[in-house]
């Protein structure tokens, strides 16, 4: 079968080729014991349920691994995520990886700077914070972003070395919402506030 496909795919023009080669794969993929696992379901909790009642043209930032599914269960854009990141297509793929970046600078670096640069660059309005999971990436034992992920893990440990994580100490006045360690932060009021990382506990 592999012969006779690898030959259609010399004679056929280049449209019929990639759909066959496309075919093929899905193919090989099926054929595959075990070979793809189900993905975990997208949470829904208390957080979710209050960024699904922000406006419409709220933007949400936050750690690109936890706005992977808000824009199919809150319905609110996100500023980037570990799902819309990558990309087949340079230039998008280059786009992304920068919004990668400079998301996780602005969640896990010590200087608050950075979350204002989400506004400015990509019209972030509403900042995720989760305490629990921001205490945990302080340390290798609870990290979801590890060191040998490239880029993006070591770029995480890079930061949580080089000092406490801003997030954890940003003003009561712009917290807009909270629940458990989950907070949700008002960005511009962030730029405004005196003091950014001082009115709250660390």
Do not use: N
Request: overall charge positive; aromatic content about 8%.
């Amino acid at each position: 079968a592999v012969g006779v496909a690898a030959f259609v795919l010399r004679r056929a023009g280049p449209a019929v080729g990639a759909a066959a080669c496309g075919a093929l794969l899905v193919v090989a993929v099926l054929a595959v014991p075990g070979g793809w696992e189900r993905g975990t379901p997208c949470p829904r909790g208390p957080s979710v349920q209050y960024l699904a009642t922000l406006p419409k043209d709220a933007v949400i930032a936050g750690d690109p691994l936890d706005l992977k599914c808000l824009p199919a269960t809150a319905r609110r854009p996100v500023v980037i995520s570990t799902q819309l990141a990558p990309s087949y297509e340079a230039d998008y793929f280059l786009r992304g990886r920068e919004r990668m970046f400079d998301t996780l600078r602005a969640y896990f670096g010590h200087s608050p700077d950075p979350i204002g640069e989400l506004a400015d660059r990509y019209g972030a309005t509403h900042l995720w914070v989760r305490r629990a999971a921001v205490e945990r990436e302080l340390t290798e034992r609870g990290s979801r972003w590890r060191a040998g992920g490239l880029p993006y893990g070591r770029f995480v440990r890079g930061l949580v070395r080089g000092g406490r994580p801003a997030v954890l100490s940003l003003p009561v006045a712009c917290r807009r919402w909270s629940h458990g360690t989950d907070e949700v932060h008002d960005i511009a009021c962030l730029g405004a506030a005196p003091g950014r990382t001082s009115a709250a506990p660390g």
